[in-house]
């Protein structure tokens, strides 16, 4: 068992040096279970396969010989029916066991994080004493060892919510609300990427994820709890000004200075964030102004329009304010 | 004395080759015989096969590297959309229709199946239907909501017509289906050669029967979901709507008791022609047919318990979970018992070589594995990471293509000596087994390592990021592999083979019954229907092919130049009738093609000629009913040879129309049941199903309505007796009574959300009422027809007081009719007022 998943592994790291995606590199305690359990199944499916075919090989080549019928019964039932019900039986007992760990919900007081999808981006909401919240996007940092409660729904669609590093899949459905929980077992950063076809863009609907220790968790929660800082310097102020007056602000949450857009994502931090455009292009100046310029070429479909009839500076403005909202 | 009988023979085959006759010229078209629809059939589902594998190449070229933009988001989500849709509804269904089709009554040792006309009816829907759907593509107007058509995605957020053609133009597909699927039942249980007990029915026909069964069930609750759907798009109606009480929950619940046994459906005919064919290879009957038919009817059944492995991360309870993860796991078990019967099989015998084993023992090492992938994914906790993942389009290219391609080429390269009268070549076959072989291994074997690296399926692009370019290109370059195999394949089909003599007769020494066919075969099939008293009468009857041959068995003759076949009894097939089948006719290309134009138009919306085509379809079927079927013979009795006399007119559970009227109105119900299905489903998730503020039908109206109903189909029965007494007046009295009642019952179910003003629009319950009174009230005015229908055959003398098979059929669906009513009043009244 662990030459085969040495080897695996190896061929692995030969067509992905990055494991930020992978289910075969666990980092949470549903993920970690699930690992395991596919590598024994497939273990035990290389062998039962090899099993068939040398037998299939064997019956074609072999020599038709006088052959008794009790041999071959004993094949068929032997073989067909005795062998397969005693496998499913031990699979049955050994795979569904674990099953009421991984559908359980996080112990009373645990973290809670509330996620629901959209067209084609993730809204994030967490807990801030009682019955308040902070709103983020895109972006999810969990403390280690520490059990979390997400809460899953959706606004439009069908999504489904998938960190393969930390645990499996759960669907987010228009009406419900959804649950997932799982213990991350070891720091860094992992991501996600929506595993329901949602419409044209399905494809660019991913998320970051970071595994930290409580202390730099709570750290970066209390700063992403804060207000953005207001611009402080003439260029930031022109970004930010071109920011409210072009009307992002009807759309885009950026405490501290309007809380009046809901759509899209808030933008309070976004600075801080690794990604922009849920998960697809890195976070710099650069980017950020692409996406102003180019929003549908990036991701086709999306409800923000291009910011193209700006002109170049304020675009520019605009991309470098928003890089500084750290 | 030989001579004489030499020339009574040849006289026998001149009457025979009038009355099979192929017409000539563009009335070729309008032949209805089971070989030429077979072979449409077949070529036509080829064709679409072809197609949708050039839209799974453009899949692979745009995902051959990272980041590509070869296809845009848009084309690629219709492109994977209509490769799923094409190769399920357009390709793998059609084309066991379509072997069936063609080679069912050869193995049955029939002329034709019962119903010809129907077959042709199916293939040319099946055709108008493919081509209005495979076009849309070409007008960038193409679904794009995933073969699998989730709401709400495909209800408020896919404005175009694309889904409506996905709803409308498969429903419209789906229904030939059915009708096909009737037509084999029917066939397999009714027009069996004298002696084919149901012990020695040939595997092939066992596999087809459990398979035609579960289309019956399967299909249904698709059909009703794509109602449902469409009513949404169309109307406005809130089923899939979470914001007014519906759910799109329902709609995966109806498409995956669908969708699961669909698997098996396309699954099973395969294994089916593995199952004829090895026996022939190893040259031993097959080792353990009654376990063979009882796995094969085992899978039918379980694969209706298994839909809930789809739905596995939608959040269920973990009860469900576990249930559904250990039924999906015991399915390995019949199918292991099948597979083990073949190498039992070919362990006992020769095992000679030649392609089509090649095929079949390459297609069951690859299948295998796409089996047991399947295991693992039948567990839940694995299920969470790998569902809808790469993994998945690795698990089941390997079970759809190893368990139903390769044996479907096995087939083709089997039949071919049958079905084109030559051999394909065998050094072409072999370059063609091992280029798709190795291609599709290599196509879909990284797959399942790319999933599990974290890649979900239908995505038109990723980044380099995610870590699977790599594996990737490797898919691209095996794709391509692939589909070299397939030209090659395609190649020896069609390469021009004037100069190639025809094949010996029965070239690979089977013992099954269709090698008992002439090389070219004639267009009669078979000379004389034998009485068969082995699953291998080539191999186990002496004498068999000669006296086939000479006309010693039954209807070596037809006297009346009429197409004829047997029809005998449904477990021990002893003769019962000599069936008269129409021949060819322009009438069925009428009725497609306004039965497509319904659907056509009602997917643009196009209200008026959608109702004034569907009209022009109604009429067209009359008149196909009207001068096709039930004709009144001109004796009563006539001599089928061996000395066997047999009626020609049958009524009753001994007539095939009989049958499919009842086969028909069981997938009927099946909608109707789904339907039903709904209605509990959301008092189910809702705290107050009906909620406060919607209005119920009342009480009075539906139980009148159902009332109605039921007295009507009393009313029918008793027609029925009153025809039998020869009372004429009576007769046309009571059933004139039987109409009134008919449509007032179906007036009475609209009358009750019409009093009380239920707004299908405002809430989920309101809209589910009305679907189900609707559907109650059109079949109810539909029964109307019928009954119109009896009274003007008998005014038209086509039916008399022997002759009754119109009034008995009726009297047949006005029971289900019954049924459906009361079930209607007693969910829509009696519900509401329980709870």
């Known amino acids: ?31 970690k279970i699930i690992a395991d359990m596919f590598w024994w199944l497939f273990g035990i499916a290389i062998l039962i396969w090899i099993l068939f075919v040398v037998l299939e090989f064997y019956t074609v080549l072999v020599r038709p010989g006088p052959h008794k019928l009790n041999r071959t019964r004993f094949l068929v039932i032997g073989g067909g029916a005795l062998f397969p019900v005693i496998v499913i039986s031990i699979s049955i007992y050994f795979s569904l066991s674990p099953l009421p760990v991984l559908v359980k919900a996080a112990p009373e007081g645990s973290l809670t994080v509330k996620v629901s999808g959209a067209q084609w981006w993730w809204r994030v909401k967490y807990p801030l004493g009682k019955e308040q919240e902070v709103e983020l996007a895109n972006e999810i940092w969990l403390p280690v060892n520490e059990p979390v409660q997400f809460f899953l729904s959706s606004e439009d669609v069908i999504h489904s919510f998938w960190i393969p590093s930390l645990a499996g899949k759960i669907d987010m459905i228009p009406g419900r609300t959804t649950k997932l929980s799982f213990t991350p077992t070891k720091t860094g950063h992992y991501r996600g990427a929506c595993a329901e076809y949602c419409g044209t863009s399905h494809a660019l609907m991913h998320l970051d994820v970071k595994v930290v220790e409580r202390k730099v968790f709570n750290e970066w929660l209390e700063k992403q709890k804060q207000p953005a800082a207001r611009a402080a310097t003439p260029r930031s102020q022109t970004g930010e000004k071109a920011f409210v007056t072009s009307g992002c602000i009807s759309c885009h949450t950026v405490r501290g200075l309007s809380t009046m857009g809901q759509v899209g994502p808030d933008l309070t931090h976004i600075g801080s964030r690794h990604r922009i455009g849920a998960g697809i292009l890195k976070n710099n100046t650069a980017s950020l102004h692409r996406w102003i310029r180019e929003t549908g070429i990036i991701k086709p479909e999306v409800k923000m329009p291009a910011f193209d009839m700006l002109p170049v500076d304020e675009q520019k403005a605009i991309s470098e304010w928003m890089e500084g909202l750290k | ?8 023979r040849q006289e026998e085959e001149k009457r025979l080759n009038k009355a099979w006759r192929v017409p000539s010229g563009w009335r070729y078209w309008s032949e209805v015989n089971n070989s030429e629809v077979g072979m449409w059939y077949t070529v036509t589902s080829l064709a679409f096969f072809f197609f949708a594998g050039v839209l799974a190449l453009l899949i692979r070229v745009q995902l051959a590297v990272p980041d590509n933009n070869f296809l845009t988001a848009e084309q690629y989500n219709q492109i994977f959309t209509m490769h799923g849709t094409v190769m399920m509804f357009l390709f793998a269904i059609p084309i066991f229709e379509a072997i069936s089709i063609l080679l069912l009554p050869q193995m049955l040792g029939a002329r034709d199946l019962p119903f010809p006309r129907l077959s042709a009816y199916g293939y040319w829907c099946f055709l108008l239907g493919g081509i209005f759907v495979c076009g849309s593509l070409f007008f960038g107007a193409a679904p794009k909501g995933g073969w699998f058509m989730y709401p709400p995605l495909t209800t408020s957020y896919q404005p175009g017509v694309g889904a409506d053609i996905w709803l409308l133009g498969l429903t419209f597909i789906e229904i030939a289906s059915i009708a096909a699927s009737v037509e084999l039942i029917v066939g397999i249980l009714k027009c069996r050669p004298p002696g084919m007990r149901i012990n020695l029915i040939p595997i092939y026909a066992w596999y087809i029967l459990v398979v035609a069964i579960m289309i019956l069930f399967a299909f249904p609750p698709l059909i009703a979901g794509d109602i449902l759907l469409e009513m949404e798009r169309a109307f406005n109606w809130p089923f899939f709507d979470a914001s007014r009480g519906g759910d799109p929950l329902l709609w995966q619940h109806l498409f995956w008791i669908f969708g699961h046994p669909e698997v098996y459906i396309i699954f099973l005919p395969s294994i089916a022609l593995l199952a004829t064919i090895i026996p022939t290879f190893a040259r031993v009957p097959l080792i353990g047919y009654s376990w063979v038919v009882l796995s094969a009817v085992g899978t039918g059944f379980l694969s209706f318990g298994l839909w809930v492995h789809h739905m596995f991360t939608t959040g269920l309870p973990g009860i469900s979970l576990g249930i559904f993860s250990a039924a999906s796991q015991a399915v390995a078990i019949p199918t292991g018992v099948q597979l083990f019967c073949f190498l039992a099989t070919l362990l006992i015998g020769r095992s000679v070589k030649a392609v089509p084993m090649l095929f079949a023992i390459g297609g069951l090492a690859t299948f295998v594995i796409g089996g047991l992938t399947g295991v693992m994914l039948a567990i839940a906790p694995f299920n969470f990471q790998a569902h809808d993942s790469f993994f998945i389009v690795g698990h089941l290219h ?16 089997y039949y071919a000596p049958i079905i084109i009268g030559k051999k394909l070549s065998d050094k072409l076959g072999k370059i063609c087994f091992w280029l798709v072989l190795i291609g599709f291994n ?14 979900p399926r239908r995505i038109y692009t990723y980044s380099d990021d995610m870590g699977v370019s790599t594996l990737n290109l490797i898919s691209s370059i095996g794709a391509f592999i692939l589909g070299t195999g397939f030209l090659v394949l395609l190649w020896d089909l069609l390469r021009p083979k004037g100069k190639l003599s025809y094949s010996e007769r029965n070239p690979w020494k089977a013992g099954t019954l269709e090698w008992s066919m002439k090389i070219p075969d004639r267009m009669w099939g078979i000379r004389s229907i034998p009485m068969i008293k082995s ?16 006309g010693h068995f039954y209807l070596p003759d037809a006297a009346e130049v009429m197409r004829e076949t047997l029809v005998t009894s449904t477990l021990d097939a002893k003769p019962v009738q000599c069936l008269r089948v129409p021949g060819p006719t322009f009438i069925t290309h009428l009725a497609a093609l306004f039965s497509g134009g319904f659907f056509i138009f009602a997917t643009y919306h196009w209200w008026v ?86 209005v119920g039908p009342g009480i009075f109206w539906p139980v009148t309505g159902a009332l109605l109903i039921s007295l009507s189909w009393l009313l029918t029965k008793l027609a029925k007796k009153l025809n039998n007494q020869d009372k004429a007046i009576l007769f046309y009295g009571i059933l004139l009574l039987a109409v009134f009642c008919s449509l007032a019952g179906a007036l009475a179910f609209l009358a009750g959300p019409l009093k009380y003003q239920m707004d299908p629009t405002h809430h ?14 059109l079949h109810a005015a539909l029964g109307a027809l019928m009954q119109l229908y009896c009274m003007a055959r008998r005014l038209g003398k086509k039916m008399t007081a022997k002759y009754d098979a119109d009034i008995t059929n009726v ?3 006005e029971s289900f009719i019954a049924i459906t009513g009361l079930i209607t009043a007693m969910v829509i009244a009696g519900f509401p007022a329980a709870s």
């Open chain 2, 398 to 413: 390997y079970v759809l293509i190893g368990g139903s391609v390769f044996p479907i080429l096995a087939g083709i390269y």
């Open chain 2, 535 to 550: 699953r291998y009468p080539l191999w186990e009857q002496p004498n068999f092919i000669h006296d086939v041959d000479n």
């Open chain 2, 442 to 455: 290599v196509t879909f074997f990284p797959m399942h390592a790319s999933g599990l690296l974290g890649m």
């Open chain 1, 1 to 31: 068992m662990k030459q085969l998943k040495a080897e695996f592994l190896f061929l692995c790291t030969l067509v992905s040096c990055n494991g930020q995606y992978s289910a075969l590199n666990p980092a949470g305690s549903s993920a």
């Open chain 2, 811 to 813: 009297s047949l669906y």
């Open chain 2, 609 to 694: 000629a959608t109702t004034i085509s569907g009209i022009l379809a109604m009429a067209t079927i009359i008149y196909w009913l009207w001068t096709g079927s039930a004709w009144i013979p001109e004796k009563e009795e006539k001599d089928v040879g061996l000395g066997v006399t047999l009626p020609i007119y049958q009524s009753g559970p001994h007539a095939v129309g009989w049958w499919a009227m009842f086969i028909t109105m069981l997938a009927d119900l099946t909608a109707f049941i789904s339907l039903i299905f709904g209605y509990f489903f959301y008092w189910t998730i809702q705290q107050n199903f009906p909620p406060e503020d919607s």
């Open chain 2, 1 to 8: 004395m030989e001579e004489v009988k030499d020339r009574i």
């Open chain 2, 764 to 777: 989920v319950y309101e809209a589910t009422v009305w679907i189900l009174v609707i559907w109650t009230a």
